[in-house]
């Protein structure tokens, strides 16, 4: 049996455990805001985060400020991102009163984690990490040292809360994993004080952007969750599609058409060739209408909620502020027993 295999057996058995003892789990997830959250994040990790949430595990969710910077000059607009996201969240379902909402920026103690973890791991171990590697080809750029490390710092993110359940995708698998290493090396050298976290893999359908390349904000093919009806309208209106008439789904030969189909699918709960089969010879407009109904239908409560979030200017502020304290409470905590178990307490 490969890895990956091994490890989806492990996460579907954990689902298990999971759902019977919620108590005993606690959640570290989150993204890089990078932009606007989209499709592809709601059905790949959102979904999942709320439906663990819903079953009463504890949840922190990070905004990795720092890990933006890991191929890229500057920050971008990443305040705005990162408001814009909490409300995504908070109108998706996390509940922030139950929840911890925070920020790698502002978290001290978490960031000074990652100095003895750096020293656990050598040069060589994080060369081969395979997503590392790909995001560098992607960066088409020189490898920044922030790049080589930052699945280390990933390390921190889940162990200053002493998370031990990390829901990832594929990609992030290799991370996860790390950080159990990270944890196991630190409890040998100085005494138990790290969980080894484990990886629930999300059922993450892969989410196509609407001309068939990952969705992705730079290349001006993702659904975002808070776009409106008429913005979603338009921007599916203008997806590149083909002059054949009868849909059909085969990504391959007809990525825009199929990327449609998947959409649909993803926001109705049905299949994609019995989408195709219903519209049969009814061509390309008709794809796009019902793909627009689709998703509108799907968020119409999601952006509802958002739109009611958004009114008070300073809701995100406030679930971050107090996101942000309770983060810091727990980091500089664990950096106490860090300190103790290293013996570096002055
Ligand atoms: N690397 C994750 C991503 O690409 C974001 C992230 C940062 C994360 N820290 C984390 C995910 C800790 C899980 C746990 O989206």
Do not use: W
């Not at 960031?111 to 060589?124: C, D, G, H, I, K």
């Not at 030969?253 to 299949?271: F, M, Q």
């Amino acid at each position: 049996m490969d890895s990956f295999s091994a490890t989806r057996e492990r996460s579907d058995r954990l689902g298990a455990d999971i759902a019977e003892n919620p108590g005993r789990y606690r959640v570290l997830t989150g993204e890089r805001p990078t932009g606007q959250l989209h499709l592809g994040h709601y059905f790949g990790t959102i979904s999942e985060r709320v439906r663990l949430h819903d079953l009463g595990v504890e949840t922190f969710v990070i905004l990795a400020d720092y890990q933006v910077i890991t191929d890229r000059d500057g920050l971008g607009p990443v305040r705005d991102n990162v408001f814009h996201a909490v409300l995504d969240y908070v109108a998706a379902g996390i509940d922030p009163s139950l929840a911890t909402i925070f920020t790698h920026s502002a978290v001290p103690a978490l960031n000074q984690l990652m100095l003895p973890f750096l020293s656990l791991v050598t040069e060589a171990e994080l060369h081969r990490n395979p997503t590392v590697k790909a995001e560098h080809a992607a960066a088409g750029r020189a490898l920044s040292g922030l790049l080589l490390t930052y699945p280390v710092h990933q390390a921190a993110d889940i162990l200053f809360c002493k998370g031990n359940l990390v829901p990832v995708g594929k990609d992030n698998l290799p991370h996860v994993e790390l950080t159990r290493v990270i944890a196991r090396r630190f409890n040998e050298r100085y005494g138990q004080v790290f969980p080894e976290p484990e990886a629930l893999l999300t059922p993450a359908p892969e989410v196509p952007g609407l001309d068939g390349r990952k969705m992705s904000k730079s290349y001006g093919n993702a659904i975002t969750l808070a776009m409106t009806s008429d913005e979603t309208a338009a921007l599916i209106r203008r997806a590149p599609t083909d002059s054949e008439r009868r849909i059909s789904f085969d990504p391959e030969l007809r990525p825009g058409v199929s990327a449609l189909l998947t959409t649909a699918a993803l926001c109705t709960g049905v299949d994609e060739k019995v989408l195709a089969d219903r519209i049969g010879d009814s061509g390309a407009g008709a794809l796009k209408n019902l793909a627009t109904a689709a998703v509108n239908d799907f968020f119409a409560d999601h952006r509802r909620r958002r739109a009611e979030l958004a009114r008070d200017p300073d809701f995100a502020h406030t679930v971050l502020r107090e996101g942000n304290r309770r983060a810091n409470e727990i980091a500089d905590r664990t950096l106490d027993e860090v300190r103790s178990a290293m013996g570096t307490v002055y």
